[in-house]
């Protein structure tokens, strides 16, 4: 059983800059795939990042087309946590947004058995 814990939303103008946090429990965390996941109010979940990590090839990541090149993900397994930078904001990245663990490196949300509870995030245009 894994439990995850988001902190880090809040409101900022449009074109700045939030870091968002997941931290998890249990002693396995580094053989986990990471992901971000958001939703918008009257739209589905949809994925943003993911990271898996391994010891010979460390920090693989992958990023919906949506946030390529402005949010990244990183992990930091002596802490449990992955985080999610937020940089040049959008008001379209407006939404609450989900940390999910699973044991497949995948995009799909029905393939993540953990959820954290969800950090909303507000850009304002």
């Known amino acids: 059983q894994v439990q995850l814990v988001e902190s880090g939303g809040g409101l900022v103008q449009a074109g700045g800059s939030l870091r968002l946090s997941c931290v998890a429990s249990?002693?396995?965390?580094?053989?986990?795939?990471m992901g971000w996941f958001r939703q918008a109010p009257g739209k589905e979940r949809e994925f943003v990042a993911r990271?898996?990590?391994?010891?010979?090839?460390?920090?693989?990541?992958y990023y919906a087309d949506s946030v390529k090149g402005r949010f990244t993900i990183s992990r930091d397994n002596a802490k449990n946590t992955v985080y999610l930078q937020m940089n040049s904001l959008k008001f379209e990245d407006t939404a609450v947004y989900y940390c999910?663990?699973?044991?497949?490196?995948?995009?799909?949300?029905?393939?993540?058995?953990?959820w954290g509870q969800g950090t909303q995030v507000t850009v304002s245009s």
């Open positions: 990271i898996t990590w391994s010891s010979w090839s460390g920090g693989i990541t």
């Open positions: 999910a663990a699973s044991t497949i490196a995948t995009m799909s949300h029905s393939q993540y058995p953990y």
């Open positions: 249990g002693r396995t965390f580094s053989s986990y795939a």
